[in-house]
Nanobody
Framework: QVQLVESGGGSVQAGGSLRLSCAAYGYTGSDYCMGWFRQEPGKEREGVAYIGHDDSRMYSDSVKGRFTISKDSAKNILYLQMNSLKPEDTAMYYC?????????????????WGQGTQVTVSS
C-alpha cells in the first residue's frame, strides 16, 4: 500500500513562492508516475504537473513557466516548486501516484492520493 504525505503549503502574497513536498512510502522500483492535482471548493480537481518514470515532465497551461515538478528518487520525495504565485493558484494541493509507465491526466486514473496541503495566495 502506497502512502503519500504532503507538506509545505501555507499562505503567501501574490508573486511569492512556495515549495510543496510529498514523501512516498510503501513501494519499490522506478516504474511509476507521480503528480500534483489541486482543487478549489465546489470545483473539479485540476491536474497541475506530472513526472513520469523517465523523468519526463508535463504541466498544465495555467502553471507552465511558473511551477516546476521534480523528485528525489533516493529519498522517495516529490516536489512542486511554485513561483510567481497568483490568487487563482489558491487551492488544496494533492500528491498522486500510480504504478506503471503510463502517466495519465485524469484524477480517476491515479490509485493513490495524499491528504492534501492548502495553498492560499492573497492579492
Amino acid at each position: 500500500q502506497v502512502q503519500l504525505v504532503e507538506s509545505g503549503g501555507g499562505s503567501v502574497q501574490a508573486g511569492g513562492s512556495l515549495r510543496l513536498s510529498c514523501a512516498a512510502y510503501g513501494y519499490t522500483g522506478s516504474d511509476y508516475c507521480m503528480g500534483w492535482f489541486r482543487q478549489e471548493p465546489g470545483k473539479e480537481r485540476e491536474g497541475v504537473a506530472y513526472i513520469g518514470h523517465d523523468d519526463s515532465r508535463m504541466y498544465s497551461d495555467s502553471v507552465k513557466g511558473r511551477f516546476t515538478i521534480s523528485k528525489d528518487s533516493a529519498k522517495n520525495i516529490l516536489y512542486l516548486q511554485m513561483n510567481s504565485l497568483k490568487p487563482e493558484d489558491t487551492a488544496m494541493y494533492y500528491c498522486v501516484f500510480r504504478f506503471g509507465w503510463w502517466c495519465p491526466r485524469s484524477p480517476a486514473d491515479f490509485n493513490y492520493w495524499g491528504q492534501g496541503t492548502q495553498v492560499t495566495v492573497s492579492s
